[in-house]
């Protein structure tokens, strides 16, 4: 490493690695000779210059001068000159004129040709500025001996000898990125090792760039450790040094390399770059340790001389969501929400008002395990959960009941009907009715009665009596049954204290039978006639107020006793 010539400071070489403590040594020498140099400068004290001390020393004494020493006029001397008559000093050269002309302050030209030979002593020195234009020296015609004709002539015949291992060449390149070519004045014939040239690229170089120098075939450009520039590395424009050793151009020095900038460095710390030296800017910071939270802990960007540990975090696999990883660990939870929109429960439950603290009822659906984003729904089917099974005056999970509720008395029922086993059905319109007197009973009309029942008519019903708004008009039943002789042709039943509405008489030994029956609207006594039932057998009959009688061809049967009922 070299150093100045004043205050040794250290010049580290292309080749050296540049260290820290020589270049704060350099400041440090410097800083002392500024110091001094301004605490000079700031003394009351006058100073004076090296070249002012030397003119002064230069001075004459105070003694009288002499013929050697410079001094003080002698009054001798003085007096000498006090006789030098005025204007003595104003002698007039005459003029001349011919081969030397001359005016009146000497000799202004001789003419060409005039001096054919002089004899110059060898110690004379000779003024080069009195010859051509004045800049050659004495030692520069001592070169001339021997020279038997003309410079330029013996010049241009000389052959240029070229060594660009000594004299390493310069060119700007042509060609592509990737294969550079020069040519070169003078041609060299090979390309020997050790041989140097500078190119300056005219393009930035691609991957593997070589060089060829004047047709001699490519070779690799490489740098200075033997490795194949990278694509953006050499930069059109600028000069690039190599040398050739082996079968490679390899870069003269190491240079500047890389694309750091000042963020990318150590704070305090330099580096050679593609762009030139660069001091980092990058601060230095304190590492520690770091717990994770809810919130971002965010360590300043710098370089970190010291570890950073960051405390390990416990998470269940099962709480995490499936296909995320917190913390190196790989959660397991099932997206149920990717899986399906309405997921089935696992169970259901209803609680009924009141029965575990709950002052309305209750439905409970237990969804699967696993993440659900609060779009998707936990279903079940409730096939009977329909609004017309719910009353329309109440709401169940934003569902609006529509089954009309039946408030009022009197609701007309739409129809009736009769049971097997007689009994009466009544259908009612649809509805809900609560119950009890006044919130909803079932009217059932007397006409929708008797199409059930058609004996609920007044002349089935006793004189006096009213079954669901119809009222009777039959008179209370008398009843007598007996027997009675029968002749030949006839029969005759009285005394029976009533007058009879009907009448029946069982013929003895046969299934036939007659049965005589009167309406209201007969007059009495009354005479008609009847037909046996089971036979064509007629016979005529007589009612009165107190019994009845018949003829018919009884003969057929015989006489004897026959059974016979009467209704009044």
């Known amino acids: 490493m070299k150093t100045t010539g004043n205050l040794g400071l250290k010049k580290p070489d292309g080749t050296d690695i540049v260290d820290i403590t020589d270049l704060n040594g350099n400041m440090d020498i410097l800083d002392t000779a500024v110091k001094a140099v301004q605490d000079h ?58 081969d030397v002309t001359s005016t009146g302050d000497g000799v202004t030209a001789i003419a060409p040709g005039v001096i054919v030979n002089t004899d110059v002593n060898a110690a004379a020195a000779i003024d080069a500025t009195k010859i051509g234009t004045g800049v050659v020296s004495n030692a520069e015609f001592g070169y001339l001996d021997g020279v038997t004709s003309g410079i330029q002539g013996q010049l241009n015949g000389k052959s240029l000898t070229v060594d660009y291992v000594r004299q390493p060449a310069y060119s700007v390149t042509a060609g592509t990125g990737g294969a550079y070519t020069v040519t070169l004045t003078p041609a060299p014939a090979s390309l020997p090792e050790g041989f140097g040239i500078t190119i300056v690229p005219n393009l930035v170089n691609t991957a593997g760039a070589t060089l060829n120098v004047n047709g001699l075939g490519a070779i690799p450009l490489k740098d200075q ?53 660069v001091t980092g800017t990058l601060t230095v910071q304190t590492g520690g340790t770091v717990t994770p939270g809810p919130s971002a802990q965010v360590k300043a960007a710098g370089i970190y001389d010291t570890a950073i540990t960051v405390v390990g975090v416990s998470v269940p696999a099962a709480s995490v969501l499936a296909g995320t990883t917190i913390a190196g660990t790989a959660g397991t939870m099932p997206n149920r929400s990717a899986e399906n929109s309405n997921i089935p429960p696992t169970a259901t439950a209803y609680w009924r008002p009141g029965e575990a603290g709950n002052t309305s009822a209750v439905v409970h659906l237990r969804p699967s ?65 609560k119950g009890g007197a006044g919130a909803g009973e079932i009217k059932v009309s007397v006409d929708q009665l008797k199409s059930v029942n058609g004996y609920l008519q007044p002349w089935y019903i006793a004189q006096g009596a009213e079954i669901f708004g119809v009222y009777g008009t039959v008179q209370p039943k008398k009843y007598a049954t007996g027997s009675t002789w029968v002749s030949a042709s006839s029969l005759a039943v009285g005394g029976l204290g009533f007058r009879p509405q009907s009448f029946c008489l069982f013929i003895p030994g046969f299934s036939a039978y007659f049965i005589f029956y009167l309406n209201s609207s007969r007059s009495y006594p009354f005479t008609g006639n009847s037909t046996a039932n089971g036979g064509g057998y007629a016979a005529d009959y007589y009612v009165n107020d107190d019994g009845f009688s018949a003829t018919s061809s009884f003969s057929q049967f015989g006489s004897g006793t026959y059974t016979w009922e009467a209704w009044g």
């Open 41 to 98: 400068a700031a003394d009351a004290v006058k100073h004076i210059t090296a070249a002012e001390r030397t003119a002064w020393n230069a001075k004459a004494s105070t003694a009288a001068a002499t013929a050697s020493a410079a001094g003080l006029m002698a009054a001798a001397d003085k007096a000498k000159l006090d006789g030098v008559a005025a204007g003595a000093n104003n002698y007039v050269h005459p003029n001349h004129t011919g």
């Open 225 to 277: 450790k033997g490795i194949a520039y990278a694509a953006g590395k050499l930069l059109a424009g600028k000069p690039y040094m190599f040398r050739k050793v082996g079968t490679d151009f390899l870069a003269d020095s190491a240079g500047g390399s890389g694309n750091a900038v000042a963020g990318d460095i150590r704070a305090g710390k330099t580096a050679a770059t593609d762009a030139g030296d």
């Open 369 to 433: 395990a696993g993440y659900y984003n609060g779009s998707t729904w936990v279903s079940t089917d409730t096939p009977g959960l329909i609004a017309s099974n719910v009353r329309s005056d109440i709401n169940i999970l934003g569902m609006q009941g529509s089954m009309p509720v039946i408030t009022v008395g009197a609701d007309p029922a739409l129809s009736v009907g009769k049971w097997g086993d007689g009994a009466l059905a009544v259908y009612p319109r649809e509805g809900y009715r």
